[in-house]
């Protein structure tokens, strides 16, 4: 298991790739325990994949989007750069 982040360098993202379960596991471990204010979900499609769209406060804050092959998590894409969350903003 792998995640990738893109903060197009304007959002805090991991800077280089994170490889194994475990260190990806405790990445987003530490990130759920900062928490957001006023978060929501949306779970929408994303370029046919699954995906997850966190919102704060009612905008985008990041989105996850999970890469699946034979049942399992392969890679977890991990997006906050402003440019890309602005037009998922209206998705379902």
């Known amino acids: 298991m792998r995640l990738v982040g893109d903060s197009g360098g304007r959002s805090r993202a991991p800077l280089r790739v994170l490889e194994g379960a475990d260190h990806v596991g405790r990445f987003l471990s530490g990130i759920a325990r900062k928490g957001l204010p006023d978060v929501s979900f ?51």
Do not use: C, M, W
């Open 42 to 92: 949306r779970f929408p499609e994303l370029n046919g994949g699954v995906a997850v769209l966190v919102l704060s406060g009612g905008k985008p804050d990041s989105v996850f989007q999970l890469d699946i092959a034979d049942e399992h998590v392969r890679t977890v894409y991990v997006i906050r750069n402003p440019d890309k969350l602005n037009s998922l903003a209206a998705l379902p």
